[in-house]
Structures are given as C-alpha cells and as structure tokens.
C-alpha cells in the first residue's frame, strides 16, 4: 500500500510520525512523507520519498508576528496575544498553503492512505478534496481550551471555503480515526469516548547527531537538569534566561537547548554548570536526566514521562498549557504560567521536584503505562484496515 505521511515542518511535528512511518515501511508499505524542506536529508537516509510542502512553523510565526503584530519578535507579547499569534500560524496562515500545495503532492504520490499529524489540517483538507482515506496521528493531549477552540474556528472557516465538511463539535482530527500517542490517564475523556481513537506508545526520535560529551562524562553525583522552550521560535529570550537563573540556583548542572531559530546574542554570560545548546537530540537525552524543565510541548513531555522524568511546565505558547494540565495531573510534575515565571518560582519548583521522592515515583508510574501500548509495529499492521474503510 503506498502511504502519504504529512506533518507541519518543525522537529515536534514531524518527529512524532517517523517511528510508525518506519514501522510501515518495514512492514512492507511504500511511504512518502512531505513536510517542510529541512527535513529532506533526514527522510532520504530513512529511504523515504520526499514531498516538499508547506511552511515551515518558524517562518509561519515570523509572518504571523509581521502581519497580526506588526513586530519581529514576540518579547514582549502577553500571554493572550501569544495565544491568539498561535492560532493565526496553526488554524489560518498554515492550513491555507498546504491544502493547496498537498493537492499537488497527492496528484503526484497517489496514495492510498494519508496519514497527517493532528495540527496539518491543510493535509486532512486536501485528502478530502481527494477523496483519498485519511488517519490523523495525534502529537499531544487533545484539550477544549479557548486556544485549541479559536484554532479550530479558523479551521472551520477555511473548510468552509474549499467546500469540505468537518465535524459540527470539537474537530479532534477533523472526524478521522485518531491515533493517539497519549496514554488513557491523560487523554481528554471525549476523545476516549469517541470510538475512533487508537493508542500509539510515544516512542521518541532523533536525528544522528550526538550528545553533547560532557553529558555522558560529567559527576553522576549531581543532578542534570534539561530545559528547553521548544523549537517553534515562539518563545522568548527573556523567559529562558529567568528559568536558566532559577535552575542555575541549585545544585545541579543544566544542559539548555535554545532552538535553532532563537536568537540568544542579548542572553549574556552563563551560570557555573549551565551549558547551552541550539540543538539536542532528545531521544539520547531522556534517559540521562533527572529532571526536564520546559515548554509543554508533546515530544518533551511525553518522552520525559517515557524515560520515568519528572517534569516542570513552563508553557509559552500553543498547545502545551493542556500538556502542562495533563502532567500536573499524573502527579509526575508543576507547572508555572507566564505571568508566574520568575527565578525564584524556578528554583523553588524545581527544587521540590528534585526532593521530593514522590514526583519520581509517579512519573515512573506513567513510565510502566506508556510501556503497555501498543507499538508502532503493532499498529503499522493494522494501517490496512484505515484505507478500506
């Protein structure tokens, strides 16, 4: 069978396909992925065909800044505006492009089945029009905030323009059987009950770069800390700095990843044992921390949750203020809001997450439960049964 994957052109996007991307290629299905051009290299050593489509989300941002802001930077942005700049990227200025371009790629692949990311509603759009099969792969926690609402009417809207019908309620994969990388005690419970949902055990994806050396040979006698903001480059240099200061006040060393697409010249000189990087491989890190502070986002979260890492929630954007609510309620992390985000709130979060015993034992505990789902393989076996109908 000859399957389409789509997914919107960031690490956070694109990643969380790939191992069942893999899966089905090893199961004997011809896959083609189209994505945002950064991701050629990567796919080509996969033996994956590529489909250059979209925007990539840094450029999306950058416009969405430029054209609902008037600015080049979100420092500065509220927490309100940071939200609605989301929406615009995610739910109008995206969508809009790929739909068009993905009917293009899917004259040319001619699937059988598409498989798009849960955020690539230009790509459920398009298979639609095509009147091609469609499975939506989910990368986070399915959540009815005011964000998630306000994407989904802009969605809407766009739907409306090109003549296709979505559901009337919550889109929740615009109506395609949903597969679902989070675990049931996570997961939003109309989701759960919609009787479309498939579970897929997370299983996070690097490309093959390494480590930084001096993780894997600094004193095992002190804690490593990671944090990171994410890759979208919607967050703000000024934010990572105050955690940075707040987990510099601890004993502990911290690896901090800023996201290649940040500009860091105005971030100033580092704390004793803060090491800061514009880019690691999170698969090969997960299982050398003690703690992952950041952004909310799905990779992060649930490869920390994977790996048994308790986690402090620092959610800046989009999506991960319902990651942030899901992990709060494993019992396995804190969480600090935008406005709530200074040092001393860093230091003291972080500093209960590392002593107390508690927090560790339940992120074990999701551990051994994201370990009971089924796997890519398992589910890249049944794919047959999606393009059937």
Request: proline share 7%; hydrophobic share 40%; aromatic share 6%.
């Amino acid at each position: 069978m000859r399957i389409l994957f789509c997914s919107l052109g960031s690490p956070g996007h694109t990643y969380p396909l790939l191992p069942l991307a893999v899966a089905a290629r090893d199961s004997g299905h011809e896959i083609a992925f189209t994505t945002s051009g950064q991701f050629r290299d990567a796919l080509a050593a996969l033996g994956f065909r590529h489909e250059e489509s979209g925007v990539p989300v840094t450029e999306a941002y950058q416009e969405g800044l430029r054209t609902g802001f008037g600015r080049e930077s979100p420092d500065g942005l509220g927490p309100d505006e940071l939200r609605e700049l989301s929406s615009l990227v995610f739910g109008r200025l995206i969508p809009k492009r790929s739909a068009g371009q993905l009917a293009e790629v899917i004259e040319r692949v001619r699937p059988e089945l598409v498989v798009h990311d849960v955020s690539s509603y230009g790509a459920a759009l398009a298979a639609a029009v095509a009147g091609i099969p469609a499975v939506c792969h989910g990368i986070g926690r399915e959540s009815p905030d005011e964000f998630t609402l306000a994407i989904e009417d802009k969605v809407r809207g766009l739907a409306g323009e090109l003549g296709v019908a979505v559901p009337s309620g919550r889109l929740m994969g615009m109506g395609n059987p949903y597969l679902d990388l989070y675990p049931d005690s996570m997961q939003d419970q109309e989701l759960l009950d919609s009787g479309r949902r498939f579970p897929l055990r997370p299983v996070p994806f690097s490309d093959d770069s390494d480590l930084p050396e001096w993780v894997r040979t600094r004193d095992r006698g002190r804690p490593l800390a990671y944090l990171t903001l994410g890759t979208s480059g919607s967050g703000s240099v000024g934010a990572l700095r105050r955690a940075v200061d707040g987990l510099a006040a601890l004993d502990v060393d911290v690896l901090v990843s800023s996201g290649r697409s940040l500009d860091v010249s105005e971030f100033g000189k580092l704390p004793p044992r803060v090491r800061l990087e514009s880019w690691v491989p999170q698969a090969k890190l997960f299982p050398e921390l003690d703690l992952a502070a950041h952004h909310g986002g799905s990779g992060t979260t649930l490869g920390s949750l994977a790996a048994g890492v308790p986690q402090l929630c620092l959610p800046w954007d989009n999506d991960p203020f319902g990651s942030g609510d899901a992990v709060l309620s494993t019992g396995a992390g804190l969480r600090l809001l935008p406005d709530e985000l200074t040092a001393d709130a860093v230091r003291e979060k972080a500093g209960e997450l590392l002593a107390d015993a508690g927090y560790l034992a339940a992120a074990e505990k999701m551990a051994a439960e994201i370990a009971q789902m089924p796997s890519p393989e398992e589910v890249a076996a049944g794919l047959a049964r999606f393009a059937a109908g």
